[in-house]
């Protein structure tokens, strides 16, 4: 099972991006192109592996370059498989481990930021609540799953193995929903039960525009 010690929390590498959200349990495949994110990359393969994708705050573009302010919670992670190509850029695919709260920024010492982390973990959750919330997910599932990509048509897909509403909410988190502010808002939420909320309030809204989209017409 994949973990962070607590030298990965006071040492952790983030890499600052606009639009990707990293969640417990998920994978996010990145292409690294950036010379200082190769630096970063490198480094964490000869270690520990370990880095945090960090979401960079409206307005990063003016100092892209520098170090343009990024959301306190992010999601940390590991490096589980890479290519390194001729040019010295990578693919790489990065397992979500955890929800992470940067605690404060290490100086410039290299090309990357390095930040020094605390672990947060979720809320205890009411089972009854949770399941409640799981029986919605099932009766909005039918209206949606024509619409969804092929592998992720079948609920059982996410809540197969899933221990819980925490990792069932994350797993669905990262798979369907790709809009920055509210993959952010499911990160920064530490009760499981209320992701859950979230999530089915939203796969909801989709399902009602769905069904009121006019059908195809038959040439």
Known sequence: MLSLSPSDLRALPIFPLPNAALFPGAGLPLHVFEP???????????????LAIARLKPGFESNYEGRPAVFDVCGAGVIVHHVERDDGRYDILVRGVARVRIVNEHAPL???????????????????????????L????????????EGARELSTFTRGAEGAGMLSDRLAGALFGEPELTQRLLE????????????NELREISERLSTRPPKRMN
């Open 36 to 50: 200082r994110y190769r630096h970063m990359v490198r480094d964490a393969l000869a270690g520990n592996k370990a």
């Open 110 to 136: 290299q090309t990357y930021r390095v930040v020094n982390a605390e672990l947060l973990p979720d809320t205890p959750t009411d089972p009854e609540l949770a399941a409640a919330f799981h029986e919605r």
């Open 138 to 149: 099932r009766a909005l599932w039918p209206s949606l799953a024509t619409n969804l990509p």
């Open 189 to 200: 939420e530490l009760d499981p039960a209320e992701r859950m909320s979230i999530i089915t």
